[in-house]
């Protein structure tokens, strides 16, 4: 996980309209986020994800949303699944604002 920052343009107009008027909000970013293949499907993924999701809660650091540049089309299904919504001009890049990954954990 590293702290990053994505331009608002790229964010869809519902949400940068409650944005203040920045041209770039501050983000974590997610890289490498693999499970061995052995254990594909068994919902290891998804754990990895809800950890990072609670460090960013945890964190006094504040970020807009967690993002991640999917590296194939199977890993953007996988974050998509999860709640993941596109952004900007490359299709694989994908983002969840903590507000909605908050509400994901508390389910
Ligand atoms: C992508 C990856 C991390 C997923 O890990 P995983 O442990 O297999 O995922 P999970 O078992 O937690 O799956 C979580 C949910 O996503 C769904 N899902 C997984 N891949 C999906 C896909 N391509 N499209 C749609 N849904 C998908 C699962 O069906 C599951 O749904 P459920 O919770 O409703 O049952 C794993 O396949 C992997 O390491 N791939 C290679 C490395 C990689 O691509 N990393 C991402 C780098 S950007």
């Known amino acids: 996980m590293a702290a990053a920052e994505v331009p608002v343009t790229g964010l869809p107009d519902d949400l ?18 693999a499970v061995d ?7 290891l993924g998804s754990i990895l994800v809800a950890n990072a999701i609670g460090r960013v809660l945890r964190s006094e650091i504040a970020a807009y949303a967690l993002t991640v540049d999917a590296k ?8 998509r699944h ?26």
């Open 37 to 43: 293949v052995r254990h594909d499907g068994k919902g």
């Open 16 to 33: 940068r309209r409650k944005l203040p008027r920045y041209p770039t909000v501050p983000v974590v970013r997610i890289g490498r986020l």
């Open 82 to 107: 999860l709640g993941f919504l596109p952004f900007g001009p490359v299709d694989k890049a994908l983002f969840l604002p903590v507000a909605t990954a908050k509400k994901l954990l508390e389910k």
């Open 72 to 79: 194939d089309e199977a890993a953007a299904g996988f974050y």
